[in-house]
């Protein structure tokens, strides 16, 4: 499956983004998904997963309160909103499929990523 991650872009601190998570060649349903970020120099690092279904979110300690994981299963896409965003927030953000883990290497797909700059 080829994912697209698509919303990213320049935001003031504090301010809000949503990110979308869409598959080409095959549809979303059945997979779960995950969000990751990578920052210059730094490691990719978990933000938030979600199961097939929804039923199951995990997020990282460092979002929680501000990002959540949905998804929308009729259209199919998965979707990141990101809020009260800090410019230790920036990186870019990929989509992932097909786990609920944090671990980068449980997921065999994976998006080109998407810009997300905060400026403080």
């Known amino acids: 499956v080829q994912l697209q991650a698509s919303g990213g872009g320049l935001v003031q601190a504090g301010g809000s983004l949503r990110l979308s998570c869409a598959a080409s060649?095959?549809?979303?349903?059945?997979?779960?998904v995950g969000w990751f970020r990578q920052a210059p120099g730094k490691e990719r690092e978990f933000v938030a997963a979600i199961s097939w279904n929804g039923g199951v979110t995990s997020h990282a300690d460092s979002v929680k309160g501000r990002f959540t994981i949905s998804r929308d299963n009729a259209k199919p896409a998965v979707y990141l909103q990101m809020s009260r965003l800090k410019p230790e927030d920036t990186a870019v953000y990929y989509c992932?499929?097909?786990?609920?883990?944090?671990?980068?290497?449980?997921?065999?797909?994976w998006g080109q990523g998407t810009q997300v700059t905060v400026s403080s």
């Open positions: 060649g095959r549809t979303l349903r059945g997979y779960s």
């Open positions: 992932a499929a097909d786990s609920i883990s944090s671990r980068t290497a449980s997921y065999a797909y």
